[in-house]
């Protein structure tokens, strides 16, 4: 997967100018910064291919958005189903359906979904998200390395390759992308961190009452031999 990332910004790269103008009346003066919302991939095959080439571009990126959109749906809800078991999100998340369906989680997620696609450009939402993503990312490694000094003998379901080192790296690349955004993009960055910097207050306050032993980690070992994702006796990172 990160040979066929970055060989697709390659290509990016050699068919179009990192820098253009987003005014100008061609793609390829317009460039990578200047592609019309961000479109760098129909960009750079509409000048291979032409138009054609950009529409059929587009399709295939609305199609592999689809399937994006589906494991974060999944994901999305079942994060708020941990965390409602944890106590800093809302009781009702933490409840399942009679499939096991976190449903309550799912309606939330979906509400509010919906407010933030009603509440401007897709654009901008996507920017605001870029640098919390990015946050994120290096929080969630970072995390890795808190659980293996609170925990090295926690079972694990798989071993971790290049640990601590592939890590690491990943730490370091993203703290990179985030700088760079914020050298970019500071407004909309900036206020994207601040959207997360605002949970910190509501996180204290929801877990005023909470054990500092978090019941769904507790729980996690039972939950994952239940559902099949790991077996006794499997690797355990080392």
């Known amino acids: 997967v990160i040979v066929l990332y970055l060989l697709t910004n390659l290509a990016y790269l050699s068919q179009l100018p990192v820098l253009g103008d987003p005014n100008a009346p061609s793609v390829f003066e317009r460039g990578i910064s200047g592609a019309q919302s961000g479109r760098v991939a129909a960009a750079t095959m509409e000048v291979l291919w032409g138009t054609?080439?950009?529409?059929?571009?587009?399709?295939?990126?609305?199609?592999?958005?689809?399937?994006?959109?589906?494991?974060?749906?999944?994901?999305?809800?079942?994060?708020m189903y941990a965390m409602a078991h944890d106590r800093v999100f809302?009781?009702?998340?933490?409840?399942?359906?009679?499939?096991?369906?976190?449903?309550?989680?799912?309606?939330?997620?979906?509400?509010?979904?919906?407010?933030l696609a009603l509440s401007g450009d897709f654009g901008d939402l996507l920017n605001y998200l870029g640098a919390a993503g990015s946050l994120f990312g290096i929080l969630t490694i970072a995390a890795v390395f808190v659980m293996r000094a609170k925990r090295p003998?926690?079972?694990r379901p798989y071993r971790a390759w290049g640990y601590p080192y592939v890590p690491a790296a990943h730490m370091a690349g993203s703290l990179a992308i985030l700088l760079n955004l914020i050298l970019v993009k500071p407004k909309y960055s900036l206020f994207g961190l601040l959207i997360v910097a605002s949970g910190i207050p509501v996180y204290?306050?929801?877990?005023?009452?909470?054990?500092?032993?978090?019941?769904?980690?507790?729980?996690?070992?039972?939950?994952?031999?239940e559902s099949g994702v790991t077996e006794p006796g499997a690797d355990t990172i080392s």
Request: aromatic fraction near 6%.
């Open 52 to 79: 054609a080439g950009a529409r059929l571009t587009a399709l295939l990126v609305m199609v592999s958005t689809v399937g994006c959109l589906n494991g974060l749906i999944l994901g999305g809800a079942r994060l």
């Open 90 to 115: 809302f009781r009702i998340a933490s409840r399942l359906n009679d499939a096991s369906v976190p449903s309550f989680a799912l309606m939330i997620q979906a509400l509010w979904a919906s407010m």
């Open 153 to 155: 003998a926690a079972h």
């Open 204 to 225: 204290f306050w929801l877990n005023r009452s909470a054990n500092s032993e978090r019941p769904i980690l507790s729980e996690l070992p039972g939950l994952m031999t």
